[in-house]
């Protein structure tokens, strides 16, 4: 089965003794056979259990992950740690990097964090940069490995960025978010491109255009939802960018519940900035949660290809692209929906 599979750490079971202060899970995973639109045989995969840190359960504190990474926001200091690495010996004590203090820009009062991006898999290189995107204004951006480390903090203008989500662009080498919109790009580095982004207007025909088959009323549907997100993610083993629109409806129903429904649109980018809607990303898988966005080839397992990993405060799913159908859908419980994914796997 998919070595990927093994390394997503998807829920967390609370088997707590009185003598230890770690969690200990071995969670069970349903993956239909064949392609994920076909009907097929059941396996059953059973991940080894992993002993968790009582503390990163807390919501209180986790910000986000990347690279394997779990980033930490308390009293204003950022901090590293690798405690859900897969690979890493049992004897092995967790790697802790603490940052310098963190301070809020002026009129930036916020301390919401929406995600943590990373450069690179290992804060000890010295071109690693960690950037952490607060809700509102603020980027701040910062090299672990120097030895006068500091904070650099960004004021972005533009308020069609301030709830985006960030993402590490290998091939344009900056911190890159999609506008609330979709319709345009803004990176931002250390370098010339600290206070003035660099801005990309995406190029795209109509959506109805696009994807003829979808009918007035479902375009309608997505137009009203009550949450629609962007995320930016690069395929670095086919030098690919999409950008994936994530919608989101709820309903109330009984017993003071949500009904739920998830729909998700995925469009090509070229360098060029031309961008086309497609069901088809090939040999890929794309991973959402609060993490750090995701592209991983699905060679190992072609059961999962062309799919999204979504992970939420309520469920963990797989969702065909071509016909956006969810598989394996599994309930979550837990507060925090990170991908916990092993640094040497990335």
Request: charged content about 25%; hydrophobic content about 35%; overall charge positive.
């Amino acid at each position: 089965m998919s070595h990927l599979l093994r390394q997503l750490k998807l829920s967390l079971r609370r088997n707590l003794t009185a003598s230890s202060r770690f969690l200990s899970s071995s969670p069970i995973y349903y993956v239909r056979g064949a392609e994920p639109c076909e009907h097929g045989n059941i396996e059953t995969i059973r991940i080894p259990s992993l002993k968790v840190p009582m503390e990163l359960l807390k919501e209180v504190g986790v910000v986000g992950a990347s690279h394997g990474w779990i980033t930490t926001l308390k009293n204003g200091v950022v901090c590293l740690q690798d405690d859900l690495d897969l690979h890493a010996l049992p004897d092995t004590e967790p790697k802790r990097i603490p940052l310098p203090p963190l301070v809020t820009l002026p009129h930036c009062q916020t301390q919401i964090v929406t995600n943590v991006a990373m450069s690179s898999s290992s804060p000890d290189d010295e071109d690693c940069i960690v950037a952490v995107k607060f809700l509102g204004p603020q980027l701040s951006l910062c090299r672990p490995a120097q030895r006068d480390c500091k904070w650099s903090n960004i004021r972005i203008t533009d308020p069609s960025f301030f709830s985006s989500h960030v993402m590490y662009s290998k091939r344009d080498g900056m911190f890159s978010m999609p506008a609330s919109r979709g319709h345009y790009t803004g990176s931002w580095d250390l370098g010339r491109h600290m206070k003035e982004p660099k801005l990309q207007m995406l190029r795209l025909r109509a959506e109805e255009d696009q994807i003829p088959k979808m009918k007035k009323r479902m375009w309608q549907r997505l137009e009203s939802c009550c949450t629609k997100q962007h995320y930016l993610v690069e395929s670095l083993h086919t030098d690919e960018t999409f950008m994936v629109k994530w919608y989101t409806e709820s309903r109330p129903i009984a017993n003071n519940t949500l009904d739920l429904w998830d729909h998700f649109l995925v469009l090509k980018i070229d360098k060029e900035g031309n961008a086309v809607y497609t069901k088809d990303i090939g040999d890929l898988c794309i991973l959402l949660s609060k993490s750090e966005p995701i592209c991983m080839p699905a060679k190992l397992n072609r059961r999962v290809q062309n799919c999204i990993y979504m992970l939420t405060e309520r469920e963990f799913a797989i969702v065909s692209i071509s016909c956006n159908q969810k598989f394996c859908r599994t309930p979550f419980a837990c507060s925090l929906p990170y991908y916990y994914i092993s640094k040497s796997l990335i």
